[in-house]
């Protein structure tokens, strides 16, 4: 675990809402949406290896990802492409996709409220979390950039996440594994945690994340719950 320079992460109001990320933090999902963005642009003649698409766009909206690289590449992507990836991605997920280790456990140990605040569709995070057997520990508090006018980095997702649950953005703890989601929890006035416990996250990954402004970061499922225990009993 590491600790930020910006005051510890208890410092100021008492904690009561934990504000959860999904892909990459619930659910182990960012590398196989890689490579399912890379196949997707392939058949398109974009050569964008699944590495790139990870190192660019995790934590973005599909939207913004998609409308970059038609920026960037000066082409139209199909008018279909977006159901193209949603049910290639359904499949993947459907052999492949797993809980982060040991978020169950920790999901159950904790007593916090909680909700998910994710840049992924409705329809998208009902699946993942069904699939990996959350959806009936987080629902129905499951918030999605679709609730928003702009996704992360932008703070409205997070802001619209504590005003449905009736919470003031200073006595939210956030947990993100993505650059965009730590700038738009700290635009939103949160405290945050930079989660390090996925499959994609690299060994520069912590540092990343503590440059855009996490108070701490932590690598796996049970540091994330050593972080929180002191805090666990205000969101009762």
Do not use: N
């Amino acid at each position: 675990m590491t600790a930020g320079p910006r005051g510890g992460l208890l410092a100021g109001e008492p904690v009561e809402l934990l504000v959860l990320d999904c892909d990459g933090v619930l659910v182990d999902s960012e590398l196989l949406a890689s490579r399912t963005g890379s196949d997707c642009l392939a058949t398109c003649g974009i050569d964008m290896p699944a590495a790139e698409i990870r190192q660019r766009y995790t934590g973005v909206s599909f939207p913004a990802w998609t409308a970059d690289v038609q920026q960037r590449y000066g082409v139209r992507l199909p008018d279909d492409f977006a159901s193209i990836f949603a049910a290639r991605l359904r499949q993947r997920f459907e052999l492949e996709l797993q809980p982060v280790p040991g978020i169950v456990e920790l999901l159950d140990a904790l007593p916090m409220r909680r909700c998910v605040a994710s840049g992924s569709s409705p329809e998208r995070l009902q699946h993942s979390l069904t699939l990996t057997g959350l959806h009936g520990r987080l629902a129905p508090h499951i918030y999605s950039v679709a609730h928003v006018a702009r996704g992360k980095p932008a703070p409205d997702l997070f802001l619209h996440a504590a005003a449905r649950m009736g919470t003031s953005p200073p006595r939210c703890v956030v947990v993100e594994d993505s650059v965009a989601g730590i700038q738009a929890a700290r635009a939103a006035g949160m405290r945050v945690i930079g989660f390090c416990g996925g499959s994609h996250c690299d060994a520069g990954h912590a540092a990343r994340l503590m440059d855009s402004g996490a108070h701490a970061t932590c690598s796996t499922a049970p540091e994330l719950g050593l972080l929180l225990a002191p805090t666990a009993g205000a969101g009762r």
